[in-house]
T-cell receptor, first 111, second 111 residues
Framework: GESVGLHLPTLSVQEGDNSIINCAYS??????FIWYKQESGKGPQFIID?????DKRQGQRVTVLLNKTVKHLSLQIAATQPGDSAVYFC??????????FGTGTRLLVSP | DVKVTQSSRYLVKRTGEKVFLECVQD?????MFWYRQDPGLGLRLIYF???????EKGDIPEGYSVSREKKERFSLILESASTNQTSMYLC??????????FGDGTRLSIL
């Protein structure tokens, strides 16, 4: 498969564990944040988003937490499955329609 | 489901050639984006467009141009390809203020 990042931080978990992927963002003016999942050979796929007036948002098996004080974003995946193995990107929106992406974290889930 | 289609999955061109990468979306989205993705650098925005015939420079526009003559189509042009433009190119589209949806990418090699 194609490599989307040779020097990525990697999180290794066991199937069934909860995973937490962290992201630091840079612009205190960013008003919107988003998490994407990218599997090998595919484009990034939207997972969940959150606006700056919230500090938590939940989806199906995923939760995003936003701490504006320390400019930190996290993605929590409950009961991680092998199909969750991918590279995860956070992104912030500092201005009109533009997103600025982090460099990504590789999640490896072992059975 | 949103469909963002990039015309080629793999492309090999020679230094100095003019290269066209095509992207089509079928959801009547106002915004379209071109990114490049390189190991360890994440996704970097080259150009985006928020309406037909409108374009805005992203973070790394040098050596590239774009064309948006129709709402559904956004073309990325490498005026004179160079080896440092070897990369994975990703196209995305979105309605205003909504998450971006990505195509599966074009892996471009410049020899």
């Amino acid at each position: 498969g194609e490599s989307v990042g040779l020097h990525l931080p990697t999180l290794s978990v066991q199937e069934g564990d909860n995973s937490i992927i962290n992201c630091a963002y840079s612009n205190s003016a960013s008003d919107y944040f988003i998490w994407y999942k990218q599997e090998s050979g595919k484009g990034p796929q939207f997972i969940i988003d959150i606006r700056s007036n919230m500090d938590k948002r939940q989806g199906q098996r995923v939760t995003v937490l936003l701490n504006k004080t320390v400019k930190h974003l996290s993605l929590q995946i409950a009961a991680t499955q092998p199909g969750d193995s991918a590279v995860y990107f956070c992104a912030e929106r500092p201005g009109f329609q533009k997103l600025v992406f982090g460099t990504g974290t590789r999640l490896l889930v072992s059975p | 489901d949103v469909k963002v289609t990039q015309s080629s999955r793999y492309l090999v061109k020679r230094t100095g050639e003019k290269v066209f990468l095509e992207c089509v979306q079928d959801m009547d989205h106002e915004n379209m984006f071109w990114y490049r993705q390189d190991p360890g650098l994440g996704l970097r925005l080259i150009y985006f467009s928020y309406d037909v015939k409108m374009k805005e420079k992203g973070d790394i526009p040098e050596g590239y141009s774009v064309s948006r003559e129709k709402k559904e189509r956004f073309s990325l042009i490498l005026e004179s390809a160079s080896t440092n433009q070897t990369s994975m190119y990703l196209c995305a589209s979105s309605p205003h203020g909504q998450p971006q949806h990505f195509g599966d990418g074009t892996r471009l090699s410049i020899l």
